[in-house]
């Protein structure tokens, strides 16, 4: 007996931020969520750091004129948990709806690059922020780390995320192949270097549905020439915040299900038939039967970045202090055991985890 066919209605995004008022952009938000669940969607995708706005200063401006518009972004960005957080969880709920949206993110003195997948139930289901800004975004923002590197299931499928030109770096997207993803969301800026950030856009975000034999949901933002002027009156940095957006959907076999948005506001819509998932991977799934993980496989360190760890962890217990009649006896000398057989690693990085096969 055949089984019942399922299909998610997906929504990438394109829409301009609010540089002028603090909480326009998260109005903004609110209101595409409401729009694409009138149109039935069960998924919507946002741009990368949408929630306020993408620093387009800090491709444009040299560092001593970085100041006030890097302090106006530090002062808008999100905390999570936050207002925001809640509005959007909020909205998610009463739509039922998983959202995946990008925002700046505040930790105390320091920006990141955060993507947020919030379930259909509102539930914060994944924070993750870039592990590694590129070029000018380091002026901005700082290093993500592995703990986010993470497939969460949903009420539409197991859900992962990446942004921008972390879909470069080969072992990230790797470690969400190997956890199964089917929906990928991929988030870039938008309004961008121009045509030729697109075309290698769409290069990159085909390839990965191909490879990974998952869906792939791309929102890009969007600029409109006012703000453009507002970030630089040179017409010929100007230039440079124009193009680069490709908002698309592509099914697993690499297709594009709607037409890309390439310029202005709107969305793509698009049925997902999950079934295409085992037609592709029947035939090469780089992760099962595809894969040789005797002879590759991934290591990751999935340990949150600390910045302080307790002197408890880092002591490592003497075979001498443990009681020979302790039932912790054999245990522990399985331990040094197993741990003698390890290549030496750094005592403050995580334990290795094979992602592979």
């Not at 002028?20 to 595409?32: K, Q």
């Not at 780390?145 to 969460?152: C, H, S, T, Y």
């Not at 969007?222 to 124009?242: F, Y």
């Not at 055991?337 to 990085?349: E, K, L, M």
Request: charged share 20%; net charge negative; proline share 7%.
């Amino acid at each position: 007996m055949a089984s019942t066919p399922r299909i998610v209605r997906a929504a990438a995004i394109q829409i301009a931020p609010d540089f002028e008022r603090p909480d326009g952009t998260l109005d903004r938000v609110c209101s595409a969520i409401d729009e694409a669940a009138a149109k039935g969607a069960q998924i919507a995708v946002f741009p990368e750091t949408f929630v306020p706005y993408y620093p387009y200063f800090s491709f444009v401006l040299p560092p001593v004129l970085q100041g006030a518009p890097h302090l106006q972004l530090v002062e808008r960005a999100v905390v999570v948990p936050g207002p925001v957080t809640q509005a959007v969880a909020e909205r998610a709920r009463a739509r039922h709806m998983v959202v995946v949206l990008g925002v700046n993110e505040r930790d105390h003195g320091s920006l990141y690059n955060t993507q947020l997948v919030f379930d259909a139930d509102g539930t914060l289901a994944l924070k993750r922020r870039k592990i590694t800004p590129t070029y000018h975004e380091r002026m901005v923002w700082g290093m993500g780390d592995g703990a986010g590197l993470k497939v969460v299931d949903t009420a539409v499928g197991r859900v992962g995320a990446l942004a921008c030109w972390e879909h470069y770096n080969p072992l990230a997207r790797y470690a969400l192949m190997a956890q199964h993803e089917e929906i990928h969301c991929a988030q870039f800026p938008g309004s961008l270097v121009g045509p030729i950030f697109a075309e290698q856009m769409e290069v990159t975000i085909r390839h990965h549905a191909l490879e990974s034999g998952c869906f792939v949901v791309n929102a890009t933002g969007w600029l409109t020439d006012e703000q453009i002027r507002s970030v630089t009156p040179d017409a010929n940095l100007q230039k440079a915040l124009r193009g680069g957006c490709h908002t698309a959907i592509v099914s697993p076999e690499g297709k594009h299900l709607a037409p890309p948005l390439t310029e202005g506001e709107g969305m793509v819509i698009a049925d997902l038939d999950m079934a295409l998932i085992a037609k592709r991977k029947r035939m090469m799934d780089s992760v099962g039967h595809y894969a040789r993980p005797e002879l590759l496989s991934l290591a990751i360190n999935d340990r949150p970045a600390e910045t302080t760890v307790p002197m408890h962890r880092t002591q490592p217990h003497s075979i001498d202090s443990i009681d020979p009649r302790s039932p912790d006896h054999d245990h522990h000398h399985h331990d040094l055991d197993h741990a003698a057989r390890q290549p030496a690693t750094d005592d403050r990085a995580a334990v290795l985890r094979v992602a592979a096969g």
